[in-house]
């Protein structure tokens, strides 16, 4: 099973010309252990589901591939934000939110520590699952409305990295306790 996802996801990987030779076989390994895993873990336990290649490794939708997509989009624009800036991001508070795309995300990074808690007591990673997915499709649609590198108030692109560096963080925890990690580029 690991080998023919991997597979499926490598010849995508290829094609696509998602990363740099070099980093195909590290990009793919995690790709497809992600899409492996958040694809059974996403589903409740007592239902049944069809292994399907090309739904578990698409890259929208409620997917493993998804999710780390989000991750790397994060981290692209904070290496983005240091270059331009010149060193890390200096953490300031995350200001109230002024639109409704930035008030979903904060809303949703505050389910964070019900989520794991109920998961974990319930024995259920198709919460965790379906929470980060609700927090990627929050990013994303923030990201879509804002031009966080190109804001020209500089506090509140700063309040932009620090609202985004904790979604990435919060992501990241969530992918660790699934037992998987992102790559560094896709």
């Known amino acids: 099973l690991i080998a023919d996802m991997t597979a499926f996801v490598r010849a995508k990987v290829v094609e696509n010309k998602i990363v740099d030779a070099s980093e195909v076989d590290d990009t793919t390994a995690k ?18 589901y069809n292994f399907d290649l090309e739904r578990f490794a698409a890259f929208e939708g409620n997917t493993g591939p ?10 692209s624009i904070l290496e ?3 270059e331009l800036r010149g060193a890390d991001a200096k953490v300031v508070p995350i ?48 990201y879509l409305e804002n031009k966080i590198l190109s804001e020209e108030d500089a506090a509140k692109q700063a309040a932009f990295i620090s609202l985004i560096t904790l979604t990435k963080r919060v992501l990241d925890t969530c992918m660790d306790l699934l037992g998987m990690e992102s790559p560094e580029h896709m």
Do not use: W
Not at 66 to 75: C, P
Not at 105 to 122: H, I, K
């Open 31 to 48: 790709i497809a252990l992600a899409a492996l895993k958040y694809g059974d873990l996403s589903n409740q336990p007592t239902k049944d």
């Open 66 to 75: 998804y999710i780390l997509y989000t991750i790397v989009r994060i981290k």
């Open 80 to 82: 983005k934000y240091k």
């Open 95 to 142: 200001r109230p939110a002024e639109s409704e795309t930035e008030k979903a995300l904060q809303m949703a990074l505050c389910r964070f520590g019900e989520v794991t808690e109920s998961a974990f007591y319930e024995t259920a990673p198709h919460k965790l699952c379906q929470y980060m997915a609700a927090v990627a499709d929050a990013f994303n649609a923030f």
